[in-house]
């Protein structure tokens, strides 16, 4: 492992993007498209008490503020808007960054609607769902790859019993392991153990190594890999081997009762007795499983995950320059392209970009070419599910490589 460097905290003071609320410097919003009955008392007039309502925010990397056209900040601005205000989102937080410092960083909106309307902070803890997949459980894979504890080529059947044994590490790292994308809930109605046990035995779709199939339950396994090779809950290995050394202090699974104030609520949800689901998982797998899941399960906030990115562009990161590498370089498959934890292919992006998105509304991507990512966290499912942030996904990528290129 590479040694880490203290990360300092340093004020963005001065900078028109960095640390700012939605408002200041934006332009005047577009007409606003309809959106949800449940938003639409409380985001009309976000806009007007956002600078009011949220505090100024501390730099959220190590490095310096780096400005980028203010023309450019209200096309992003513009962006985000046109997301809320058609009821894509209740809020949201976005930055762009390079390894050496931020670019762009704001948070929109609300935090949550229900049961009273709070406003969006940039640090909000969010229920990152399927981001768990590659910032803890490929991450946590990688650090025993590379210190001689796995192999990629490794049998799962090592570790969980009752896996067929064709099924490697790497394939269920790219998704071509042939399991289910994922299985009824009722198997779920046991112990963990017997849930765990029943994934593992479930009769494989095609072939391992046939085709991409994007699968909750392979990266379950995945969880349950790195806890028996560790011998460590999967949540406190990822803890002690990843969050932990990159000062992240903001990420965990089953996040305590002190951050709930600043935890993003999610559903209203009638699986769980109509309750508004709050400080613990949505995802109903990683859920039944008690909230710590190779799937999902991960709660994080934008300045974690921005030291987590600007260490995969080549800040400090634990794994090597050899392993990020190996770890993010895409593969062409049958059936689509995919990277060794992370997914590939963004549009806007150049063909070496990489990341992951989501179910509540997240997104992170990496263009180690352009040296840049751009982040996106949200609560699109808050408060009724119906929420939609893809178009702003789409938006971002093209906006994050022209602030790359224009920040020069």
């Known amino acids: 492992m590479r040694c880490l460097l203290a990360l300092s905290i340093v004020a963005l003071s001065g900078c028109g993007s960095a640390g700012e609320a939605s408002d200041r410097g934006a332009p005047a919003p577009p007409e606003a498209a309809p959106a949800r009955a449940n938003a639409t008392d409380t985001q009309a007039d976000t806009r007007a008490d956002t600078e009011a309502d949220i505090r100024p925010a501390e730099a959220l990397s190590a490095g310096s503020a780096i400005r980028i056209p203010v023309a450019l900040e209200r096309e992003i601005d513009a962006a985000v808007w046109r997301t809320l205000d058609a009821g894509g989102a209740p809020g949201a937080v976005v930055v762009i960054g390079r390894a050496d410092g931020v670019l762009f960083q704001r948070a929109y909106g609300r935090r949550g609607l229900e049961p009273t309307p709070q406003p969006m902070t940039l640090d909000t803890v969010f229920d990152l769902a399927s981001l768990t997949k590659a910032v803890a459980t490929a991450s946590s894979v990688w650090t025993l790859i590379e210190r001689g504890r796995l192999s990629l080529d490794a049998p799962v059947v090592e570790h969980v019993p009752g896996v067929d044994p064709r ?162 370089e895409p593969h062409t498959l049958p059936g689509g392209a995919r990277a060794l934890g ?44 119906e929420g939609d942030v893809q178009p702003l996904v789409r938006a971002l990528g093209p906006l994050a490589a022209r602030a790359a290129e224009q920040s020069r």
């Open 342 to 385: 992370w997914d590939v292919g963004r549009v806007g992006l150049s063909a070496r970009a990489y990341g992951h998105g989501g179910y509540t509304g997240t997104s992170l991507w990496m263009d180690p070419e352009r040296d840049v990512f751009v982040l996106l966290l949200s609560n699109r499912v808050h408060p009724d599910g």
């Open 167 to 328: 099924v490697t590490v790497r394939h269920l790292l790219l998704h071509t392991s042939g399991l289910p994308a994922v299985n009824p809930l009722r198997d779920y109605e046991g112990t963990r153990e017997e849930a765990i046990a029943a994934i593992a035995e479930l009769p494989l779709e095609h072939p391992p190594g046939a085709r991409v199939r994007y699968s909750d339950l392979g990266y379950v396994l995945l969880g349950e890999v790195v806890a028996a090779v560790s011998g460590r809950a999967f949540d406190v290995y990822a803890r002690e081997a990843v969050f932990e050394p990159m000062g992240m202090a903001d990420t965990r699974f089953s996040p305590p009762e002190a951050w709930r104030a600043r935890i993003a609520p999610t559903e209203r949800a009638e699986r769980r007795g109509g309750e508004l689901i709050h400080g613990v998982v949505h995802d109903p797998r990683a859920w039944r499983l008690g909230g710590v899941s190779g799937n999902a399960g991960l709660f994080s906030t934008a300045a974690d995950l921005t030291r987590f990115a600007q260490g995969l562009l080549g800040g400090e990161h634990v794994l090597s320059p050899e392993s990020l590498s190996a770890m993010t």
